[in-house]
């Protein structure tokens, strides 16, 4: 592909979308099968006149705030597909941005390096009671206070309405008006990096929302040859998809870019299909990895997958795709049937505590075994590929909110199962993911909520919810996703445990001191019904021990550092030099 320098990527030297020059601006899209495109701009039509490689543009008088539509052969006006703002909802006109208006202080900025990641993931919507990227900047201190080092934000594309997890954007270049808009989004990365903290953005390239979704009309976006849990996949490999791919690796770039962003988790890739090479997801990588190194930033790219997939990060001189780290759910789902019993849906694979050892020892547990879930293998050897690219949770937004009550671990377990879990987490040697709210006990559920405006759609997300979880009968009702309520019982509390979170905020200062760094290992075993993880360099120097049912016995020779008994489970936290 034809593609700039990367150093000066910008949507103006890629020819996408609304670009100002003076007084004027041009307009470009891409829609190869169409006879015609117009533009409507602040309610006037101008014919577009083709370019190659089945482009339109055309150049008009137009400043910052005006707004307009694209008209393909005489269908409805539907906005930009590379829109910025989408100020009316994704029905309504786009909004020309001046991305050169907002004054960024962060130029002696140098990233996080992935090694020393500590992820705290957010939704802007639930995150504060305002919702909104300005309320969240005044929560930077405390989460630097925390101790973790990069804030991942759950979605912010253009979704239907104004509450949303985000996973139905349907224009993958926008940011959401109600959070704030592109220059609120800008500001708290600012503002976040002013204080050391980093930003990874979570990006959806495995398919667009249904409501407000209109490539479609422009383009062989999307394709029936594979199917998806949300429908027709994105068009990676077949007739057109050279712009597509084009598209969505621009827009990868677009974020690091112009946005400052210092990583992307990109949303369940194994519902990513090319059967070309090199794979679209190698080629998102390198190419990320290529524009953080020019721009002298440490960026990194992280993947999403139910598979197992060790393919994922292996470097691609070995046959990988080179993503820095993947989220590896067996440690969760080990580690909360152990906590809750619960043998519900995927839990059946799970509840013992060697399989709590192996995700500590290796990163994955399956590994090429019989999946009763699935009834079919799941997973692939790992053994090659570091500790620190597993990204480990006890919570996330799909572990939490895909319950059908959304109900947190705080409100399913004793605070002493709470803090066992969170030492075996925080410090093991792979790479923690914390859901907002964890670290102080929040017990406010996190549900699946949605503001779609179409009927139909309505109805269905309904249903759909219901019959998701037939599996996990015992669960009970699912909380209707359209009520308003569902989106305002999932807003953090903020009344804080001061006792776990003085929990989390001594494994983070001990994780620092003992497990950071790009060698780690550990050996994990269990000992009198307790599991416990020793992390050597030259010798051990850090040792967790939790029994989730007795207690543990301290070793003279070892420095106390943190000791919880309590509802029957016992925690150790030891060093030595």
Same mark, same amino acid.
Request: no cysteine; hydrophobic share 40%.
């Given at each position: 592909m034809d593609v700039p320098n990367l150093t000066d990527i910008t949507l103006e030297s890629l020819g996408l979308g609304a670009q100002l020059r003076g007084g004027n601006s041009s307009f470009r899209v891409w829609a190869p099968n169409a006879k015609e495109v117009v533009l409507r701009l602040n309610g006037q039509d101008h014919r577009m006149r083709r370019s190659g490689e089945g482009y339109f543009e055309t150049e008009e008088r137009a400043s910052a705030g005006d707004r307009y539509f694209y008209i393909v052969d005489g269908q409805k006006p539907v906005p930009d597909p590379v829109s910025r703002l989408l100020p009316e909802g994704v029905h309504g006109a786009?909004?020309?941005?001046?991305?050169?208006?907002?004054?960024?202080?962060?130029?002696?900025w140098r990233g996080i390096p992935y090694a020393e990641a500590i992820f705290y993931e957010l939704h802007i919507g639930t995150?504060?009671?305002?919702?909104t990227f300005e309320a969240a900047i005044a929560k930077l201190p405390y989460l630097k206070r925390l101790g973790v080092s990069m804030i991942e934000i759950m979605p912010v594309c253009a979704f239907p309405g104004t509450r949303n997890w985000g996973y139905d954007g349907v224009s993958p270049y926008s940011v959401q008006a109600s959070y704030g808009g592109p220059?609120?989004?800008?500001?708290?990365?600012?503002?976040?990096?002013?204080?050391?903290l980093g930003v990874t953005l979570d990006v959806v390239y495995n398919h667009l929302g249904n409501e407000g979704n209109y490539l479609g009309m422009f383009g062989p976006y999307f394709t029936e040859r594979y199917e998806t849990p949300w429908g027709s996949a994105v068009n990676f490999d077949g007739p057109g998809a050279?712009?597509?791919?084009?598209?969505?690796i621009e827009n990868a770039l677009f974020w690091i870019h112009e946005y400052?962003?210092? /990583?992307? @988790? !990109?949303?369940?890739?194994?519902?990513?299909?090319?059967?070309?090479?090199p794979h679209i997801l190698q080629e998102i990588a390198s190419r990320v990895h290529e524009l953080g190194k020019q721009l002298g930033r440490e960026v990194c790219i992280i993947a999403e997958s139910d598979q197992n997939d060790a393919t994922l990060v292996r470097p691609p001189e070995r046959g990988g795709f080179g993503y820095d780290g993947v989220w590896s759910d067996d440690f969760h789902h080990a580690m909360h049937a152990v906590v809750t019993h619960e043998r519900d849906g995927y839990y059946q694979d799970y509840g013992q505590a060697e399989q709590i050892l192996k995700a500590l020892n290796e990163g994955f547990i399956f590994q090429g075994e019989h999946f009763q879930y699935w009834d079919k293998p799941r997973g692939k050897q790992c053994g090659d590929i570091p500790r620190f690219a597993h990204v480990f949770c006890l919570q996330n937004h799909d572990q939490v909110g895909?319950?059908?009550? /959304?109900? @947190? !671990?705080?409100?399913?377990?004793?605070?002493?199962?709470?803090?066992?879990?969170?030492?075996l987490l925080v410090l093991a040697p792979e790479t923690p993911l914390l859901f907002m709210g964890e670290e102080y006990g929040e017990k406010n559920p996190f549900q699946f909520f949605s503001d779609f405006g179409d009927p139909v759609l309505q109805k269905a997300v309904v249903e759909g919810r219901r019959n998701e979880f037939k599996k996990f009968a015992s669960w009970g009702e699912v909380p209707d996703p359209q009520d308003l309520q569902t989106f305002g019982r999932s807003k953090l509390s903020w009344q804080l445990d001061e006792e776990m979170l003085k929990w989390y905020w001594k494994l983070i200062e001990l994780r620092k001191n003992y497990v950071m760094g790009q060698e780690r290992t550990c050996r994990a075993e269990l000992q009198d019904g307790a599991i416990v993880l020793e992390i050597p360099r030259e010798k051990p120097v850090l040792r967790v021990s939790v029994n989730f049912g007795g207690k543990v016995i301290s070793d003279n020779a070892w420095k106390l550092e943190l000791v919880s008994d309590q509802d029957g489970c016992m925690v150790m936290v030891e060093t030595r030099s």
């Open positions: 786009t909004e020309i941005v001046d991305p050169e208006s907002f004054q960024w202080t962060d130029q002696h995150f504060t009671a305002e919702g220059n609120g989004l800008k500001k708290l990365v600012d503002a976040a990096h002013a204080i050391g050279t712009e597509v791919r084009r598209y969505f400052h962003m210092d /990583g992307l @988790r !990109l949303d369940a890739v194994h519902a990513i299909f090319d059967s070309s090479q895909n319950r059908p009550k /959304g109900d @947190r !671990l705080a409100t399913l377990v004793s605070r002493g199962a709470q803090k066992g879990a969170a030492a």
